[in-house]
């Protein structure tokens, strides 16, 4: 590529979706550079999947490393952009890049806004997910869950979150708490033979047959789903705890029950019928309730983006441009737009859960981020680079970070860490590896080494 059509683009967020940016931004020969809210890179693909899963990291890992290492791409780790942080939106905005790419996916929880949800023993799932992943701020928390965990939800984010509870913490028991029936059950077949081998068999027999009638009205057969249900515990991993692991149908929580001291002693849950829905169906309550005992729950029912990042938000998302282009992949999709100015915010794209909270796994985030590239490739195409060039854009960043005391990490830095980690490595550990989990010890560690 000629110096001439080179241009400088910053991609806040290093996940799947943002590498994915960066890499294809930076095969086409533009300078890249990466602020990373976390000291490592990685995102989800680091702190959200289930820690077995150490083929899939070691592949992205690789992946990573070798886009980091290109002379093109430049690394901040450690950089969080907000209100009130390391970096506004505007700072980055302002610092001469000719795009930006915000792919710093949905930091936010989602909250089903029930009475008690702020009792000791609720936990919200990426919260968990975080502490069983060592991300620093969540890896070293004690998270007491007591003997019988309700968790509520019934897609894979709640199968990693009993594989955590059945194989690690083994409890007594985990009853996965779902809104509708077992015909809508979200998770994929293939998750599930981490927990099958302690599935309580009997138990969910007994909770088909409890609902038979409420499905029979909607047309499903109870048998027939029982067995689609229970046909799919096959290749269950060993088993390796006395974990019972059951679920709750046609149950909506309505209130955590507490005691004295605040610390959850059960849910009030409302029964549920199914009403036909176009091609699927719709939970309704019967407004019939009855506790159900537990010593802890956890909220996996999805997430928002973090508001107070400072773009246009509504809804638990970022605001994208209404105003469809009819191209494919569709520019307006991946466009930030200003409502209050009734504008696209010129130059600024997002991708990945930052687009579209918790939409799919880590290969739908590598796709989206793919295609938002494509688009910011096109917007490109229409722009004369600006005259400030890498180096200018680099220090006026270095300069900002500088005299706010902030303490970026680089490539070099997260090499020392690396390296660091993998002397303390133990099969001990839950995770299989060593991760260090507090930001200042790694901090200190790389400037130590560097000293």
């Known amino acids: 590529m000629s110096t001439q059509n080179k241009h400088v683009i910053i991609v806040a967020g290093a996940g799947p979706a943002g590498m994915a940016v960066a890499a294809s931004l930076a095969k086409a020969g533009h300078e890249i550079i990466i602020l990373n809210r976390d000291i490592k890179f990685g995102g989800l693909a680091e702190y959200g999947i289930f820690p077995a899963k150490l083929k899939l990291r070691g592949g992205l890992k690789k992946q990573y490393w070798e886009l980091l290492e290109k002379p093109n791409v430049h690394y901040f780790g450690n950089v969080s952009i907000g209100n009130g942080k390391d970096l506004s939106v505007e700072d980055v905005r302002t610092l001469g890049a000719s795009a930006v790419v915000f792919s710093i996916g949905a930091q936010g929880t989602k909250a089903i806004g029930v009475e008690g949800d702020s009792a000791k023993g609720v936990f919200h799932a990426k919260d968990v997910v975080y502490h069983f992943n060592r991300l620093p701020g969540f890896g070293d928390r004690p998270f007491e869950v007591g003997k019988h965990v309700a968790v509520i939800g019934a897609g894979d984010v709640m199968v990693d979150i009993a594989h955590w509870l059945v194989r690690f913490k083994k409890v007594e028991r985990v009853t996965a708490i779902v809104r509708r029936g077992p015909a809508e059950r979200k998770y994929n077949p293939k998750e599930i033979r981490a927990v099958c081998a302690n599935m ?21 057969n109870a048998d027939e789903i029982h067995k689609g249900l229970t046909d799919e515990f096959t290749k269950c991993e060993p088993k390796v705890s006395d974990t019972k692991m059951g679920f709750k149908f046609l149950a909506s929580p309505k209130r955590i029950l507490v005691d004295g001291n605040n610390q959850v002693r059960g849910l009030e849950m409302e029964d549920n019928k199914l009403e036909p829905k176009g091609e699927d169906t ?79 796994l880590v290969g739908i985030a590598k796709r989206d981020g793919d295609w938002c590239a494509e688009i910011v490739g096109k917007y490109l195409a229409t722009k004369t680079p600006r005259l400030s060039d890498t180096k200018a854009v680099l220090g006026k960043l270095s300069s900002i970070l500088s005299s706010r005391k902030s303490h970026p990490v680089d490539v070099k830095g997260l090499r020392i860490l690396e390296s660091s980690e993998k002397a303390h490595w133990s099969e001990e550990d839950c995770i299989g590896e060593f991760k260090y989990t507090k930001n200042q010890e790694m901090i200190e560690l790389i400037e130590r080494s560097k000293a």
């Open 200 to 220: 309580d068999v009997e138990g969910i027999a007994s909770e088909v047959a409890r609902i038979k009638d409420r499905l029979a009205a909607v047309g499903q």
């Open 282 to 360: 719709a939970a309704v309550g019967l407004k019939q309730f009855y506790e159900f005992p537990c010593d802890s729950v956890v909220f996996a029912v999805g997430d928002k983006v973090d508001e107070t990042v400072g773009l246009p938000y509504k809804s638990g998302m970022f605001v994208t441009n209404p105003n469809k282009t009819g191209n494919d992949p569709d520019d307006a999709l991946f466009q930030a737009y200003d409502e209050t100015a009734g504008k696209v915010m010129e130059g600024v794209f997002l991708a990945g859960w930052a687009r579209k909270a918790s939409e799919g």
